[in-house]
């Protein structure tokens, strides 16, 4: 069966300040591609990063950096110099394989909700 | 570009009553698209996946007969709610995938929050 978890339900920090946000994963599948999602209190999910399986290279895209680790099955995401719009909850999602007839399904995480405080 | 609106963005019906929600891909095709339901302080949870033209594919637990889904073109997916009730109250989340048989990104609407009186 195919699981995410994120372990940190809530986060707070103060503003500057690095927070690294921890997603670890279960799957039985080869191929498979991790995300992150912010959703800000308006609701709406943003995406923010795709990774697929065999890609193990970590990214930077300005503040944000993601670890992936197979080894470990984690995909983990650090922002770094908090800002107080960073605020939010922060999903890590799962995609299963590839089928021919439907797109792949999203499994999310629980959800961090991050607080950054001035 | 990968824009998915919504609508309304929030209606309050009263129980018994059926409410139709809209989803759309402002540029792009979407092959599929994904219905989620959150309640507050939780994840989201797939209802069902509907692909243009075929039935959608509901998951275990959700009444395909309560909601009922169209996707009647590549840029657009209803979901219906019908004879609502308080406990179908939540926020309900669209997103559209532009890729069939890849499991490339799905974009997400703003969501529609329903409270059902």
């Known amino acids: 069966a195919q699981k995410v978890t994120q372990a940190q339900t809530e986060i707070s920090v103060v503003e500057k300040e690095d927070v690294t946000l921890d997603c670890v994963y279960e799957?039985?599948?080869?191929?498979?591609?991790l995300f992150w999602y912010k959703q800000p209190p308006s609701g709406e999910l943003v995406f923010l990063i795709r990774?697929?399986?065999?890609?193990?290279q970590n990214e930077i895209s300005g503040r944000y950096s993601w670890n992936f680790q197979k080894s470990t099955s984690s995909f983990n995401f650090t922002i770094t110099a908090s800002q107080v719009v960073d605020s939010a909850v922060y999903f890590c999602?799962?995609?299963?394989?590839?089928?021919?007839?439907?797109?792949?399904?999203?499994?999310f995480g629980q959800g961090t909700e991050l607080s950054v405080k001035p | 570009g990968a824009v998915v609106s919504q609508h309304p963005s929030w209606v309050i019906c009263k129980s018994g009553t059926s409410v139709k929600i809209e989803c759309r891909s402002l540029?792009?095709?979407?092959?599929?698209m994904f219905w989620y339901r959150q309640f507050p302080k939780q994840s989201l949870m797939l209802m069902a996946t509907?692909?243009?033209?075929?039935?959608?594919?509901?998951e275990q637990g959700v009444e395909k007969d309560k909601f009922l889904i169209n996707h009647a073109s590549l840029t657009l997916s209803t979901l219906t709610v019908t004879s609502a009730h308080p406990e179908d109250s939540s926020f309900y989340i669209c997103?559209?995938?532009?890729?069939?048989?890849?499991?490339?990104?799905?974009?997400f609407g703003p969501g529609t929050r329903l409270t059902v009186l």
């Open positions: 997103s559209a995938e532009r890729l069939a048989g890849v499991p490339d990104t799905q974009y």
């Open positions: 799957t039985r599948d080869t191929t498979y591609y």
């Open positions: 990774r697929n399986s065999f890609d193990e």
């Open positions: 999602a799962l995609s299963e394989a590839i089928n021919v007839n439907q797109g792949g399904k999203l499994i």
């Open positions: 540029d792009f095709q979407a092959t599929t």
């Open positions: 509907s692909n243009e033209g075929s039935k959608a594919t509901y």
